[in-house]
């Protein structure tokens, strides 16, 4: 079955360092999500990545789609506090007849030291 | 707007109770999922629905039943809960253009 794997499982990175968290599919993916998680809190959807090779900025956010649309990553340039939280990528992948299959990876929990 | 609205936010079981959970945004979108969310094991789909009147098993479905009232109601149904559905569920829905999903505030349940 479909599997997505997300590595590095922690991070903990001195504020003002760089950060980057992997997502690989076992199989092509339709798109590909990325999500925030703050400590006890919802999801919050960062981005959609569709096309194949797409790269993406929401100013310190790089989000990029490989090639093969098998992989993905998320870089956070120079760290801030309010970047701490979970973040997930969910690999989709699209059926014929409107059926769906939707996999998250486990999540890279960031940790940021002031 | 309040955007995806969940009741109830937390919830104890005993073992072969039925409970519902509750499911509402007001926000027009015609897909709406039910996740849940174990610590180690990320987000795992539990049913969604593409639009009204339809639903489609997700990645774990089983123990579990959904009914999408209306649009913009999807509600989701334990009928005999047991230990292992003690996690946090999520209801989500998403637009298409641009494509955005909204997840509500979640409800944690626990099964004694």
């Known amino acids: 079955g479909q599997q997505v794997m997300q590595i590095p499982q922690y991070q903990h990175v001195q504020e003002g360092e760089d950060f980057t968290t992997y997502c690989n599919s076992s199989?092509?993916?339709?798109?590909i999500q990325w999500y925030k998680q703050r400590p006890g809190g919802h999801p919050v959807f960062l981005i959609q990545?569709?096309?194949?090779?797409e790269v993406k900025k929401q100013k310190r956010l790089t989000f990029q789609f490989g090639e093969a649309k098998k992989n993905s990553s998320l870089h956070i340039t120079a760290t801030q506090t309010t970047d701490v939280g979970t973040y997930f990528c969910?690999?989709?992948?699209?059926?014929?007849?409107?059926?769906?299959?939707?996999?998250f990876g486990i999540g890279t929990k960031l940790q940021v030291i002031p | 707007n309040a955007g995806v609205t969940q009741t109830p936010k937390f919830q104890v079981l005993k073992t072969g109770q039925s409970m519902t959970l509750q499911c509402a945004q007001d926000?027009?979108?015609?897909?709406m999922y039910w996740y849940r969310q174990d610590p180690g094991m990320g987000l795992r789909l539990i049913y969604y629905?593409?639009?009204?009147?339809?639903?489609d098993k997700g990645e774990v479905p089983n123990g579990y039943n959904v009914s999408r009232l209306n649009k913009r109601e999807f509600s989701l149904r334990l009928e005999s809960a047991a230990p292992s559905q003690t996690s946090v569920y999520f209801c989500?829905?998403?637009?298409?253009?641009?494509?955005?999903?909204?997840f509500g505030p979640g409800t944690r349940l626990t099964v004694t």
């Open positions: 969910a690999g989709r992948k699209d059926f014929s007849g409107g059926y769906q299959k939707v996999t």
């Open positions: 199989t092509t993916l339709s798109n």
């Open positions: 990545l569709v096309k194949s090779g």
């Open positions: 926000m027009n979108h015609n897909s």
């Open positions: 629905s593409a639009s009204e009147g339809t639903t």
């Open positions: 989500a829905s998403n637009r298409q253009v641009p494509y955005e999903q909204y």
